[in-house]
């Protein structure tokens, strides 16, 4: 506290920052401080312990709702591409790299997946699958242990035929946008479930075929064009998702600045479906 103090961030209620600290690692809450400090490491004039601590607030709030957002978005993709495959190749087609692109490494896929079975080695229908029919799960089954990262690269090694097949009847986009789409939430998905930091942060993909200014493309509205184009219920993402965010924004309005997160002044009309 002493430290915030001598850097000159303004602490109105030291027992609140007392109690926020010794809840919040040090480390942790300092990468909030960065749209705050000057060059040399002082805080801008102003700046208070308690707005900052408030867009702590925002960004985990946001993270929460958006990792359930994307709870949506993997449990459709995972009963689509099982739905497909299966009806195509089979039931077991996944485990045989024959039915992939010849980029595909079946091998390093069989691996990730046998990886989450003995991760799960204890859920109910891992166990049922592995004492009743030796091991052998049906694409229907496995899906449940696909990580977002593994629907990804489910997607990424089809066959063009398949690939264009999914993201036409989907989403009437084509496969390259679906990758792109796919990767971008696939690092928020992951950001999210490990309680990453979305407030002033610079992603590492850009999603495709977006109209986002340049500036916006890196933060997390750019990001969030790949999650809108995933999402499968366009009247739950215009009734229910966006009305949520415009309410956590509004409860924030005094604190966060949205040019943090790339988001327009006119976010709400640009982000319905």
């Not at 027992?15 to 002082?42: E, G, V, W």
């Not at 946001?62 to 459709?76: G, Y």
């Not at 089954?141 to 690939?163: N, R």
Request: charged residues 25%.
């Amino acid at each position: 506290m002493e430290i915030l103090k001598s850097r000159g961030c303004i602490i109105a209620d030291e027992d609140f920052c007392l109690k926020t600290l010794q809840s919040i690692n040090y480390y942790r809450l300092s990468a909030y401080f960065l749209p705050f400090k000057n060059s040399d490491n002082t805080f801008k004039i102003n700046t208070t312990f308690e707005r900052i601590a408030n867009i702590y607030n925002f960004d985990k709030e946001l993270r929460i709702f958006l990792f359930s957002v994307i709870e949506d978005i993997e449990i459709f993709l995972r009963t689509q591409f099982a739905y497909f495959h299966a009806h195509k190749y089979g039931c077991t087609a996944y485990l045989d790299g024959n039915f992939f692109s010849k980029k595909h490494n079946s091998q390093k896929f069989n691996d990730l997946i046998q990886k989450e079975i003995d991760n799960n080695k204890n859920v109910l229908f891992v166990k049922h699958h592995k004492e009743k029919y030796n091991g052998i799960f049906p694409i229907w089954v496995i899906t449940e242990l696909f990580t977002f990262g593994m629907l990804s690269y489910f997607y990424a090694d089809l066959i063009t035929q398949d690939q264009k097949y999914l993201s036409r009847e989907l989403y009437k986009t084509t496969p390259q946008n679906i990758i792109s789409y796919l990767r971008c939430t696939t690092d928020l998905r992951n950001i999210c479930a490990h309680y990453g930091r979305l407030y002033f942060r610079i992603f590492p993909a850009i999603p495709a075929n977006i109209d986002v200014e340049d500036n916006a493309r890196r933060k997390l509205w750019g990001i969030i064009q790949a999650v809108k184009a995933l999402y499968p219920n366009t009247k739950k993402w215009n009734e229910k998702i966006i009305p949520t965010l415009e309410k956590l924004f509004c409860s924030y309005r005094d604190d966060i600045e949205l040019h943090h997160i790339g988001f327009p002044n006119n976010w709400v009309e640009l982000l319905k479906k």
